[in-house]
Nanobody, 125 residues
Framework: VQLQASGGGLVQAGGSLRLSCTAS????????MGWFRQAPGKERVFVAA????????SYADSVKGRFTISRDNAKNTVYLQMNSLKPEDTAVYYC???????????????????WGQGTLVTVSS
């Protein structure tokens, strides 16, 4: 599956952005979808994940209550709504697709099989 992320940009602290990730090539609803982020000089870390049908979500503690992951399987797209942004949210954000049949949403980058190209989010103070 090919993934294309978009929606990043420059925003002031306290502002909002919505990221999108559109998939092509395979049946989108077969994949758990996740968002990860990577700040300069740091490892890629988990942000949020959503189950195939969209009924289950998981979030990193650092974004709980501020970010919301959702998906529209008819549009082959997963979203990340980011509110109350902080300077520490600055990173390149990546969407990933996990093809494994698991009952839990996985949070390690190594568990995801396909990646988008990343979209840069910069939050100014």
């Amino acid at each position: 599956v090919q993934l294309q992320a978009s929606g990043g940009g420059l925003v002031q602290a306290g502002g909002s952005l919505r990221l999108s990730c559109t998939a092509s090539g395979r049946t989108f609803s077969n994949y758990v979808m996740g968002w990860f982020r990577q700040a300069p000089g740091k490892e890629r870390v988990f942000v949020a994940a959503i189950s195939r049908g969209g009924g289950t979500t998981s979030y990193a503690d650092s974004v709980k209550g501020r970010f919301t992951i959702s998906r529209d399987n008819a549009k082959n797209t997963v979203y990340l709504q980011m509110n109350s942004l902080k300077p520490e949210d600055t990173a390149v954000y990546y969407c990933g697709a996990d093809r494994a049949i698991m009952t839990v949403l996985r949070t390690r980058p190594a568990d995801y099989d396909y990646w988008g190209q990343g979209t840069l989010v910069t939050v100014s103070s």
